[in-house]
């Protein structure tokens, strides 16, 4: 297995991304999309990638715009253009017969790369996936935490409490415990490298321009629940069973709705699932895959 970073000029500008290469290539290229905040391809797939190289997959995992060591954009960051700027990245990197996955906002980018441009992908990975709720939370004070959140948003006061917070190895700790429950994952080279990238890059900025466009005053802009139906590759959602971020409920809800899905519930993992339980995981994603390259041998399916 072999790793690389590279770099591509878009029309958005450089983008820079980790690519992994198996001894032998046996099955389906993946796209692996990360999430938002603090995040990075590196942070998110460091160890997912490396193990579905071995598995006989290439895989492809791009900083977006703004995060890890990907440039801004010279414009705020929303949903639209990720999904633009991600369909340029396949055609610029010539991807065919891929299978795309993400977390959270880049789950959300997966379904939205799925819906906009169908045909594409042969299949999807979806882990604790953005695009399925119509507020930031669940319950009965829902439309009351959505609407402080979309005020805290417009006056800064949110962006500025995000800058003490990354500033703070102690506030940072807290925030990990609460997306990666397992406490054996929450390891001190990870706080480390989430540290680095939340004082150094620009994500957690670029993040905050994603959020003002998608936290409306009471819904969020961007709900795919609606258009699941429409998706007819095979997809697998996995979810930790104690995500606090997108409950469970949504992704049964989600898989429900997809024709050909299976869902994955991680017990006790919560939202950085794939860091919380890489040894389920991973095992899952790597047997989705086989029964996607099984059913049709990339290169083979219908167009």
């Known amino acids: 297995m072999e790793q690389r970073r590279r770099q591509i000029a878009l029309s958005i500008g450089m983008v820079s991304y980790m690519e992994w290469f198996p001894s032998a290539e046996t099955g389906s290229p993946v796209l692996l999309l990360h999430g938002g905040g603090a995040d990075s391809a590196m942070l998110s797939w460091g160890e997912v990638a490396p193990a579905l190289a071995d598995a006989g997959h290439r895989v492809i995992a791009p900083d977006h715009p703004g995060f890890g060591r990907s440039p801004r954009l010279n414009a705020p960051l929303t949903q639209e253009r990720l999904v633009d700027y991600l369909a340029e990245f396949v055609d ?3 991807l065919d017969g891929y299978v ?52 805290l948003l417009r006056t800064g006061l949110l962006n500025a409490m995000t800058t003490m917070y990354s500033r703070s190895p102690t506030a940072m700790e807290r ?9 054996g994952a929450r390891t001190p080279a990870l706080l480390a490298a989430v540290m680095v990238e939340a004082q150094k890059g620009t994500g957690l900025a670029v993040f905050g321009e994603w959020q003002r466009d998608q936290v409306l005053w009471n819904r969020l802009r961007t709900v795919y629940s609606d258009r699941l139906p429409a998706i007819t590759v095979p997809v697998l959602l996995v979810h930790g069973g104690q995500d606090r ?22 017990p006790g993992a919560g939202h950085w699932v794939q860091r919380d339980r890489p040894d389920l995981v991973i095992p899952a994603i790597i047997e989705h895959l086989r029964r996607i390259d099984d059913a049709t041998p990339a290169g083979t399916e219908s167009t």
């Open 175 to 183: 925030g990990l415990k609460d997306i990666v429950r397992n406490e």
């Open 92 to 94: 610029a990197l010539g």
């Open 100 to 151: 795309v996955g993400g977390l959270s906002l880049g789950g959300g980018l997966s379904l939205g790369h799925l819906l906009t441009h169908p045909g594409r992908a042969r299949g999807a990975i979806l882990l604790g996936t953005y695009g399925v709720m119509p507020r930031l939370t669940d319950g009965p004070f829902s439309a009351l935490t959505h609407f402080l959140t979309f005020t």
């Open 245 to 266: 971020g997108v409950p469970p409920a949504r992704a049964e809800k989600a898989a429900a709705s997809i024709p050909r899905s299976a869902l994955v519930v991680v």
